[in-house]
């Protein structure tokens, strides 16, 4: 399931999800939510927008509103679609109404996996008001695409020990074998990084001893996103234990990404 | 005392084989002099010498002078002990694309340039997408742009709070950003807004038209910041470019370091590329994709073409001077072209599609031209001038010059020119252009003029001997031998037409020697023989005598009617030459005269209906000068002649004929008749001396051949000037019948020793009284006169007496 927008942001997080998609060989399931509340807000008598070009006010119609949504819409599925042609996967696409979070959320419950921009359409956030809410609250996998568009690099994968982290350890390796693509593992101790590495290797079993391993400090983990960028990282792997142990610093740590990040619960 | 024919001695000068101390011609060394063209040769040494300007050389002479490869063989030479010229080389003049800037550098050095230009071209990319992919452009630039991106982020951010605290939302539409009363995260519904208070609603106003004045300023400095971005990553771009593009150009600047103008074009180069670099490293067309690959296949995609150097003369592998034969002189091969390119209907060119003319690639050294072919092809000849006279190299086309075609051209900047033009040309040509072109004397000073023949001495004959050896040599013939060698030289001779010159149309030579060589082949001879050079003489006759044949059985068949016995009042055999295609034979011809009262006319018919030409006008009125000198200085001449060419249908040229002439009216006014077996040629002056003419061996020979069909009688002859002998080559036939005393070749001096020989009459001597004696020609011609004389004034008499005295006159 991706959410589409018709952003370059969404465009970004289509290319991430055909690349899955064409890796776990899945369906490509495209969904479009017109927001209700830009169409209550160009109902209201006082609403007009400005420009952002020219910085002049224009007033607000319910039926150009619409209108322009329905453009978008219809780009968004052309983007969907011929993505999808182009990597030979099936696809879907529908557009729903209503509030932009809940409806997703509401609709990825049908889902294995959600795929969104990380950057929103609102401004002032760097991490999309969108994204934010999901990745506290989204029960499956999460998948949050940069601008930039996904590139080739190796998997990285955050390990922390637990059982989560463990689902993330084997999805990771799973993914890289299927894309043929190094693993690197991010060992975040909580005690003797020694063990946590055994941890790891068993649970990858096979393919444990290809995987390169690294240690986190976790004092420093927001570095990681520089590091990450420095050696050219396709995909991040972590539980969302993880990220939301960043607090605050979560929203900011993800943009400074430039991979895309599959989050774990 | 009567002329004496000729012993057959005199007919012909042979050449002793016995002279030449070697058996075959195998023996005898190549000689490198040019035989017999002393002048021309001194002439072609002095204008190659001579480094000035306007000394060009034209060599003119005869085509079969083989001038060309004797010039050639001297440029050659000379340009051996000469150094190489420069490469000539241009490039883009980025500033003025249409004005490429030439290059000029020493030998070799163009296409090493261009070689190095091209490896750092392929290394180019590759080096600046390393710079711009590295790690460290890379976070340079996105710091430029995160920090805008963070301010804006950060102003609409503030903005976004400072709402939120109002109980607003600063929302983004599809087209702008608008501001939205919120509650519970989702916007008010016009029901939910109305009902609202009045106050609550304009205070809701207020809030949202501050917040809007602040969005405003906030998006006011997008623009700004945007541009701030631009310039800043330009400038990072710049920077990043110049180090890695110095870094690949440092290097041939080091190697180039002592031609300024390489180091000025590497200059040009570094700026343009560093300001170019966006497309450098990631051509973005600004055209759709399939225009972009149609553009690539027309090599105008935006690439690195710019930036190599177009090597138009190359002398990496020359080791002396050039010598360049331009055999088709067309305009574009002397001054060489622009080409264009078709693309998407329009012709397009650039620096490197340039291409070189003979010039170009005859630059310090000799180039060598037709001047026909020159005058031939359109706009060569004034080409060549303008560049002769500017003495720089200005590649245009003579379409760009007349406008004809308006697309983009280019104007390359000048090459200096430095070379020795020959031109080749016949002698004609020469003198019409010297006299008609004033800049022929003005750009080529030099003439080499070509002999024709050279002196028949010994040591000319030794000479000429070693010439047929070498040519045999050269063009790979079997040897000849001794006799072969003598008969060779006979035969150049009788082409000279003079029994003391020999040809120097060596190409005729060669074509003997090759024809000789064919006739040994045949026999499997290994040398030549003189009986192979007769044959290839007998064959080469035979092949173009059709028209001679003819000519001949129509006079044998008494078509055509010439009497080669009796004798006959007024009428006298003459002899013409006809040349066609290369082989000229003699023709006897009936030349007639007869007389009538007049007023001392001559009436040439052939002059009155326009078939003749003036020399032969010119000789028919000398005529009458010598008439009027001998006979009427007393009295005027009192008769009307004509004369005429029996069954002549064609022009009559040359006065060779009017001795022949002067006999038949002399025949005619004596009435006394001239031998029919004799035939007579030769020009006339008005005191009565017979002057030499051309082609004399054919005219005999001519004149033989139709005897000797019908039976040669003893009696028959031919009348030539005296001056002539000198002249004769007779072949075999005539010489033997002439030794046997069957046919006889008399020289004359005066038409008085011809008339004796024609009439067997004395001419006879004027007394102290002026008075000839009885019986001879001139007394019977004298006598015949004043009895016209004494007719024509009893007709004037009584015609005055009939009109009164009227203009009886009217006629002298």
């Not at chain 2, 000479?463 to 035969?491: C, F, G, M």
């Amino acid at each position: 399931m991706v959410a589409l927008d018709a952003s370059r942001s969404s465009l970004a997080a289509l290319e991430a999800a055909a690349d899955l998609a064409v890796a776990l060989q899945a369906e490509l399931s495209g969904l479009f939510v017109e927001d209700e509340n830009l169409v209550r807000l160009a109902g209201l008598p006082l609403a007009r927008e400005f420009d952002p070009i020219s910085a002049r006010p224009r007033s607000m119609s319910t039926s150009e509103l619409r209108r322009h949504i329905a453009a978008q819409a219809r780009r968004a599925q052309q983007a969907l679609s011929e993505r999808a042609e182009r990597h030979k996967v099936t696809w879907s696409f529908r557009t729903v109404r209503g509030h932009v979070t809940r409806e997703l959320r509401a609709a990825a419950s049908a889902a294995d996996l959600l795929v969104l921009g990380s950057r929103g359409r609102s401004p002032g956030c760097a991490v999309g008001s969108t994204a934010r809410a999901l990745l506290h609250e989204l029960p499956i996998l999460l998948l949050l695409a940069p601008a930039a568009g996904p590139r080739r690099g190796a998997v990285d994968v955050i390990f922390d020990g637990t059982e989560v982290g463990e689902r993330a350890l084997v999805l990771a390796s799973d993914l890289a074998l299927l894309r043929d693509l190094p693993l690197r593992v991010l060992l975040v101790p909580d005690g003797a990084p020694e063990r946590l590495r055994d941890h790891a290797e068993a649970a990858l079993g096979e393919h444990g001893r290809l995987a390169a391993y690294e240690e986190l400090d976790p004092q420093r983990l927001q570095n990681t996103p520089a590091r990450l960028r420095a050696r050219g990282c396709g995909l991040l792997v972590a539980s969302r234990a993880a990220l939301l142990a960043l607090g605050d610093e979560a929203a900011p740590w993800v943009s400074d990404l430039h991979c895309p990040l599959l989050v774990v619960d | 005392m009567p002329v004496q024919p000729l012993d057959a001695r005199s007919l012909w000068r042979s050449c002793d084989p016995e002279q030449f101390d070697f058996a075959t011609t195998a023996q005898l060394e190549d000689i490198q002099e040019v035989v017999g063209q002393e002048r021309a040769t001194d002439a072609v040494r002095f204008g190659m010498g001579i480094r000035k300007p306007g000394f060009h050389i034209f060599a003119l002479g005869p085509e079969e002078a083989d001038m060309q490869r004797v010039v050639r063989r001297f440029l050659e030479e000379r340009a051996a002990g000469e150094p190489v010229p420069p490469d000539i080389c241009y490039v883009d003049n980025f500033e003025e694309s249409h004005r490429p800037t030439a290059l000029i550098l020493p030998a070799g050095k163009g296409s090493e340039l261009a070689q190095d230009v091209n490896r750092v071209l392929e290394e180019l990319r590759a080096g600046l997408e390393a710079a711009f992919e590295s790690e460290e452009y890379q976070a340079r630039r996105r710091g430029i742009e995160e920090e805008a991106g963070e301010e804006h982020e950060q102003a609409l951010s503030e903005l976004s709070d400072k709402a939120k605290a109002q109980g607003l939302a600063l929302m983004r539409t599809p087209v702008g950003f608008a501001f939205a009363p919120v509650r519970d995260g989702d916007v008010l519904s016009s029901e939910e807004l109305s009902q609202l208070s009045e106050e609550a609603t304009e205070a809701l106003q207020a809030r949202i038209e501050r917040l809007e004045e602040e969005l405003q300023q906030v998006l006011h400095q997008i623009p700004r910041r945007q541009r701030e971005v631009r310039d800043r990553v330009r400038e990072l771009n710049r920077e990043v470019a110049e180090f890695a593009v110095r870094d690949l150009l440092d290097e041939l600047r080091s190697k180039y370091e002592r031609f300024p103008a390489v180091l000025q074009h590497l200059d040009r180069v570094q700026r343009h590329m560093v300001e170019n670099v966006r497309q450098l490293v990631r051509p973005e067309p600004q055209v759709p994709p399939e225009m972009a690959a149609l553009m690539e296949g027309a090599g105008r995609a935006p690439d690195l073409r710019r930036y190599r150097v177009n090597v138009l003369v190359d002398h990496a592998e020359s080791a002396t001077a050039p010598v360049v034969h331009e055999e088709n002189p067309t305009h574009p091969n002397l001054i060489g072209r622009v080409e264009y390119q078709p693309l998407l209907g329009a012709l397009v060119t650039d620096f490197t599609m340039l291409k070189p003319g003979a010039l170009h690639r005859a630059n310090g050294g000799y180039l060598l031209l037709d001047a026909r072919q020159v005058l031939l092809q359109p706009f060569a000849w004034e080409g060549l001038k303008r560049v002769l006279s500017s003495g720089e190299l200005r590649t245009e086309s003579p379409r760009d010059a007349l406008g004809l075609v308006s697309t983009v051209s280019l104007e390359p900047e000048p090459v200096p020119l430095n070379v020795k033009v020959v031109l080749l040309g016949d002698r004609l040509l020469y003198y019409l252009l010297s006299e008609l072109e004033p800049d022929v004397p003005r750009l080529f000073k030099v003439a080499a003029d070509f002999a024709d023949e050279m002196d028949r001495t010994l040591e000319g004959e030794q000479l000429y001997a070693r010439l047929i050896a070498t040519l045999a040599s050269q063009d790979e013939l079997r040897p000849l031998d001794r006799d072969a060698v003598a008969r060779v030289i006979e035969r150049s001779a009788r082409l000279a037409g003079d029994a003391e010159k020999l040809s120097v149309h060596t190409r005729g030579v060669l074509d003997l020697l090759r024809e000789a060589d064919y006739w040994a082949g045949e026999e499997e001879a290994a040398t030549i023989s003189a009986g192979h050079v007769q044959t290839a003489i007998d064959q080469w006759t035979y092949r173009s005598d059709r028209i001679r044949e003819r000519t001949q059985e129509e006079i044998l068949r008494e078509t055509i009617y010439i009497d080669t016995d009796g004798s006959v009042v007024g009428q006298v055999n003459g002899l013409s030459v006809l040349t066609i295609g290369g082989f000229s034979f003699g023709r006897p011809s009936r030349i007639t005269a007869r007389i009538q009262l007049g007023s001392g006319k001559v009436l040439d018919i052939e002059r009155e209906v326009e078939l003749s030409g003036p020399i032969h006008s010119k000789g028919v009125l000398i005529l009458a000068g010598f008439l009027g000198g001998r006979y009427a200085r007393e009295s005027p001449l009192s008769l009307a002649a004509s004369l005429v060419f029996e069954q002549s249908y064609s022009g009559v040229e040359g006065d060779s004929a009017s001795s022949t002439e002067l006999y038949a009216l002399l025949s005619a006014i004596a009435e006394v008749p001239l031998a029919q077996g004799m035939a007579v040629t030769g020009s006339v002056n008005q005191h009565g001396a017979v002057q030499p003419i051309g082609g004399v061996n054919e005219k005999i020979e001519g004149f033989f051949d139709i005897c000797a069909a019908r039976g040669l009688t003893g009696e028959q002859g031919v009348i030539i000037p005296a001056s002539n002998v000198k002249h004769l080559m007779l072949e075999a036939r005539v010489r033997d019948a002439v030794a046997e005393g069957k046919f006889h070749v008399w020289p004359v001096r005066t038409i008085d020793e011809g008339m004796e020989i024609l009439t067997g009459l004395p001419m006879g001597e004027a007394d102290a009284s002026g008075t000839y004696p009885e019986g001879s020609v001139n007394r019977l011609v004298v006598d015949r006169l004043a009895a016209l004389a004494e007719v024509r004034r009893e007709f004037a008499g009584e015609a005055g007496a009939e009109g009164g005295g009227g203009p009886e006159n009217n006629d002298d």
